[in-house]
């Protein structure tokens, strides 16, 4: 394994730029890049400043806390009218603006909600106050949904009797394929997650290259990973081909990580349909836990009734989720919503594109200008 700064070396990123340079056609280049995490690294190292104009990047939908609904934080707030109910919740859940309130504007109104770094912490939380009942509100992709797996078979094995899980696990291909099914994003490629694909592996992206006829090249998350990506995305989109291909050799395989998917498969199973902030409903495209941990799923338990809330006024959040808009185009962005008063959830967690650009780029400009 190489140490980080191989991925940082400055002459490594000035030749990869230059023969991106060079290997550009005369033709535009489309290119998004699913994980937030890619967006982070792309804002904070200016990656596009080093690209030649006709390669342009989309940000797409893959930062967990801003693909949730307002209606999902509204429901898990709900929990907390009941005075038995802890809600447990990762940092940045804490902070998305429910159509009331987030969770900790929740907390400071006297609501029983507290951060957790781990499932792990909340079941502990249940293990501690048996009087009580804990509900951890799970998010995030395949890459946090085994922590969550294993809490539950941890929770089982102990015989817990006072802690669930609100379940709100999502995953990674059906978004990409409801992307790749509309009309309006012509897209050449995609630079594809890497903290998922650690977990499921590069099989689950055939159908990208197989059905849609697009190459997607997964990625680390340093500079000289990202470009050489992109490298790699131009020199197939020029050769007319559509393959997968693992850049990320160093933490991804081909099968992913057979343990931590046996995990989801124990637990969960495919819910029929999901919402998606700015993609609506999505057939399987999330995981509900199975019947037989049933006693361990906040749904069945509290008997949580769906809640569709609107997005805020003016709010361009969901576009900017799918790429249609970007987060300079907001209205809001710097004026209502900022990291510290965040009006949409793209602005919360860093891997938000909104977050990104308003840390990255905004504040610069906004020092520029004096
Ligand atoms: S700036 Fe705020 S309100 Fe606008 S799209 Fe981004 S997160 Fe949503």
Redesign the pocket.
Known sequence: MKMVDEYRNPEQIRALSAGIRAAVGDRSYRFMEICGGHTHSIYRFGLNELLPDNIELIHGPGCPVCVLPIGKVDEALTLTNDPRVILCAFGDVMRVPGSKASPLEAKARGKDVRMVYSPLDALKLAIDNPDKEVVFFAIGFETTAPSTALTILRAAQLKVTNFSVFCNHVTVGPPIRSILESADLELDGFIGPGHVSAVIGTKPYDFVAEEFGRALVVSGFEPVDILESILLLVKMVNRGEASIYNQYVRAVKRDGNPAAVAAIQEVFEERPSFEWRGLGFIEQSAYRIQKKYREFDAEARFAIAEIRSPE?E????G??LIGAKR?EN?????V??TPEQ??????VSSE???SAY?TYVHRTLAAAKG
Request: net charge negative; proline share 16%; glycine share 12%.
């Open positions: 805020p003016n709010a361009i959040c576009d900017v987060p907001c209205p809001l962005l710097g209502l919503c965040p009006v949409g959830a793209l602005m938000g594109a909104c308003y």
